[in-house]
């Protein structure tokens, strides 16, 4: 009986307490190391008990007046007979975070043209070749392609230009622009340029400003690595790239530039050196990427690839320098972090299409390839040009709208990976923060669910979370850092 | 708090009225009927058609006008007032000067939080708000903002929603915070009836005490409040009436702020802005004084934590009641100086503060309890050697 200094009209708390019992709400749960449970609930709120500790709340033996159970409560793991509104606030959370399938597919990358100057050996796709009716998209398949986007209901429609390198086919970039705002009915665009830079003109600085189209580049560190990973005629990749990075800012903005990094093998080694070359560059963000075992990667894999766990080491490295970084002040986030992050600390959904469940394939990106062929990813696409055309949905000028989407095997390869369902993945307490990758699976293990110990799409992911869930839970300073980079 | 009752000596067989206060003795004739005069002393000039005269100085026995008490004589033009001539009750529901216009709807209650500053009584007071249906035509459109408060507006029912008609009828460019326990919102269909008013500045100021039903079921003394309250706020949101949720912290809710913010953040990330409040002296609060008191500079830490949690989710967050001298300085941009004009006052342990002016410094009920860690920042770089 707890007694309180209160006037007589007013009632003490156990008036108000807890009966013995509770409900539990679902979870999911894992043994995190030797002393300590994991547990989440449906949308990826979490906490680490002690083993005796979570013996108490499953075995329904915790003291309902105890902190423990008030924290339970408190992230929706479990429920009395005083309030029953957290399964109303709970299915509420679960909304908010599927929000995004409503909208359907919102990423349109058009391949302009699968030409390239550079031979990068972890590219998927790129021709070096002078022959452009053979590898440049033309304006009827574009036209077309343009027609089956507006088909799809998103609000917002981002169209992103691919290639081999698209600017190498930039009359068609133009046309495309041109043509989409033309026939809009209302929606919100994005236009995104993915480019080397290399063909960098006036003109197409010109175009971007006048159009607001964001410019995404490729930087994978210093000169030297950059130039190793990414081969060009002249060796000169690095400054085009970073010359590049500087026009487009003069010109556009600080903002309207992104970069992403590959990393290969020989990248392993060196994670504060590419960190700091984003520094020099003025990026306030860098993206840790794995290498895609795709394509010509696959071929190359015994040149450039590596272990997941070779990986992850580099990853938290990486991770651990950035985090020093802005202990000293300086603003710097790592974008995976920050997508994870966001699923771990937020009720908000991210449009990351590898990391969602049910997968992002065709129903958050469709590629349309310069062929008139379409994939249901950008990975997909990639496999393809190795032979594999398994996710190849249809052809822009053979197949309507409903065919592409409802007729071909997509929606079973969706159905099917779900890792609500996926064995391995079912009960996994990763899983709110996890996605399912049919193509990954696919290409590495020859089915779209794929198996669960042998994964390598698991074994990062699992790998990125542990690393998370130990900085924050270890420091209250990286917490506080990662709480800014969720938002 | 609101409105501020006094008994005057005059009496008549007048009706209660509600008018606006003119200090124009010539205004013209067709525009008095609403008015009444206010002068410094009696005139004699033609008075016919306005509600009523009242003067500053006079003596009640021997005028014919309503006298008013030094403590009235703060009263100037466009200020709405009630009067009762059968009682001599005189209210100023309304004062043109104040940025702090916040008006009691009704002193009912459906809660009985410990630390209510506004007592409620289980009374009809339903002539209070046809007061305020009257007075809201005469309120001057060009205030910014207005509040209504209780007591629990939401018993009010269909009234409330004409309250919040008039308002946007009447004052369509003020701001209305409108304070509730959010109780009876979790009657979705309710919700939807404010929402249908499609008032454009209306936000529902809502207090959440615990990120735990049965703490907050405690502190608010009424059993599934928590449940009908975060039903309410959900329903809000559904509804698309804007938040605001408001956090008193005491002793019985500073242990869990941080897992409060986390709650906010996590369930209710819609909200427009969470305001954490420091307490304030009056009403139930000195009742259960020793329940309640924390000192300030005692619960720092989860203070922090909170508002770190809330503004790294991306929610406006304010602390308000808070001196500055008890909050560590990264705090200080959170705080606001949110003591309504004519309450707040200074300790002598703030003589010499060279902060005085960016702090909100205390409720005039502050003496009863403050903490003993109140100091002056003395900014030894600002002072002249005159002497």
Not at chain 1, 57 to 70: D, E, Q
Not at chain 2, 299 to 319: D, F, K, M, N, P
Request: hydrophobic residues 35%; aromatic residues 10%.
């Amino acid at each position: 009986m707890i007694e309180l200094p209160l006037a007589k009209a007013f009632s003490h708390p156990d008036a108000y307490a807890s009966g013995a019992t509770y409900k539990l709400l679902p979870f999911r749960f894992l043994r995190y190391d030797e002393a300590r449970y994991l547990i989440t609930n449906l949308v990826g709120e979490y906490k680490l008990l002690g083993t005796d500790e979570f013996r108490a709340f499953v075995g329904h033996n915790l003291a309902t007046a105890s902190t423990l159970f008030y924290d339970l409560k408190g992230k929706h793991f479990l429920y009395d007979d005083v309030s029953d509104a957290s399964l109303e606030l709970l299915a509420t959370k679960y909304r908010t975070k599927q929000s995004l399938l409503s909208n359907f597919t919102a990423l349109h990358m058009f391949v302009t043209s699968l030409r390239c100057d550079h031979s990068c050996p972890y590219c998927q796709v790129s021709r070096v070749s002078e022959d452009r009716s053979a590898f440049d998209m033309t304006e009827e398949t574009a036209s077309r392609a343009i027609d089956l986007m507006f088909k799809s209901p998103s609000p917002v429609l981002k169209v992103e230009f691919q290639g081999g390198e698209s600017l190498l086919n930039f009359g068609l970039v133009k046309y495309i622009v041109t043509e989409v705002k033309q026939r809009n009915d209302g929606r919100h665009l994005e236009f995104v340029i993915a480019t080397n830079l290399s063909p960098l003109t006036d003109e197409i600085l010109e175009f971007c400003r006048e159009h607001s189209i964001l410019i995404s580049t490729s930087l994978d560190g210093p000169e030297e690595l950059h130039n190793t990973n990414r081969p060009r005629p002249g060796r000169d990749s690095h400054q085009r790239a970073t010359n590049g990075i500087q026009r487009v800012r003069d010109y556009l903005g600080r903002d309207r530039v992104s970069a992403l990094m590959t990393t290969t093998a020989k990248s392993l080694t060196m994670p504060r050196e590419i960190i700091d070359e984003y520094l020099r560059m003025g990026f306030r963000s860098v993206f840790l990427r794995p290498i895609s075992p795709y394509g010509f990667a696959l071929k190359s894999a015994a040149k450039i690839g590596y272990q997941t766990e070779a990986f992850l080491e580099f990853y938290r490295t990486g991770l651990d320098y950035i985090l020093e970084l802005n202990r000293q002040g300086i603003p710097m986030r790592e974008e995976y972090a920050a997508i994870v992050l966001r699923k771990m600390l937020t009720p908000y959904p991210t449009g990351y299409v590898d990391l969602q469940s049910p997968s992002g394939i065709g129903i958050t990106c469709i590629s349309y390839n310069y062929d008139g062929d379409i994939y249901a990813s950008d990975e997909s696409r990639m496999l393809a040009e190795n032979g594999d055309h398994t996710f190849r949905l249809g052809n822009v000028h053979r197949d309507t709208y409903e065919d592409i989407m409802a007729s071909s095997q997509l929606l079973p390869m969706i159905y099917d990976t779900m890792a609500e369902g996926t064995p391995g993945c079912t009960d996994c307490a990763f899983q709110p923060w996890c996605g399912t990758d049919p193509v990954f699976h696919h290409a590495t293990q020859g089915d779209y669910v794929g198996h669960r110990p042998t994964s390598e799409y698991c074994a990062k992911n699992m790998g990125v979370f542990r690393t998370l869930i130990d900085l924050m839970e270890g420091d209250p300073h990286a917490k506080t850092i990662m709480r800014r980079w969720a938002q | 708090m609101t409105l501020l009752g006094t008994v005057l000596d005059h009496r008549s067989d007048q009706e209660p009225f509600v008018a606006r206060i003119s200090t124009n003795p010539n205004l013209p004739k067709p525009m008095r009927s609403t008015e009444a005069l206010l002068l410094d002393d009696e005139g004699d000039g033609d008075y016919t058609g306005f509600r009523a005269v009242f003067v500053r100085h006079g003596d009640q026995a021997t005028t014919p006008h309503i006298v008013l008490p030094p403590d009235l004589h703060y009263l100037g033009a466009e200020d709405v007032v009630r009067y009762n001539p059968h009682t001599g009750n005189f209210r100023a529901l309304y004062r043109r000067s104040s940025p702090n216009n916040s008006l009691l709807v009704t002193e009912r209650c459906n809660s009985k939080c410990l630390m209510c500053s506004q007592p409620p009584r289980d009374i009809d007071d339903s002539y209070v708000v046809d007061a305020l249906m009257e007075a809201i035509p005469l309120i001057s459109r060009a205030t910014p903002a207005m509040g209504f408060t209780g007591g629990e507006i939401t018993l009010l029912q269909d009234r409330f929603i004409g309250l919040l008609r008039a308002t946007k009828n009447y004052l369509p460019d003020t701001r209305l915070d409108v304070l509730t326990n959010g109780r009876l919102l979790s009657y979705l269909q309710y919700a939807q009836k404010i929402a249908d008013v499609g008032h454009p500045q209306l936000i529902l100021c809502i207090p959440l005490y615990s990120d735990v039903d049965t703490l907050h079921d405690f502190v608010v003394q009424a059993k599934g409040a928590f449940d009908q309250t975060t039903r309410g706020i959900i329903n809000l949101a559904r509804v698309g009436v804007a938040t605001e949720i408001r956090v008193v912290i005491h002793q019985q809710t500073y242990k869990r702020l941080p897992q409060l913010a986390e709650f906010i953040a996590r369930n209710f990330p819609f909200v427009a802005h969470v305001a954490l409040m420091g307490l304030e002296m009056t009403g139930f609060t000195k009742a259960n004084l020793e329940a309640l008191w924390v000192d300030p500079v005692d619960y720092r830490s989860e203070l922090s934590e909170a508002v770190e949690i809330l503004s790294c989710a991306g929610l406006h967050t304010s602390i308000y009641n808070h001196q500055l001298c008890l909050l560590p300085e990264y705090l200080w941009a959170f705080a606001r100086q949110s003591i309504s004009d004519w309450k707040n006052i200074y300790m002598p342990e703030c003589d010499g503060c060279s902060k005085m002016r960016e702090c909100g410094g205390f409720f005039a009920s502050a003496p009863l309890r403050y903490s003993s860690n109140i100091k002056a920042f003395i900014d030894e770089g600002h002072r002249y050697a005159v002497k």
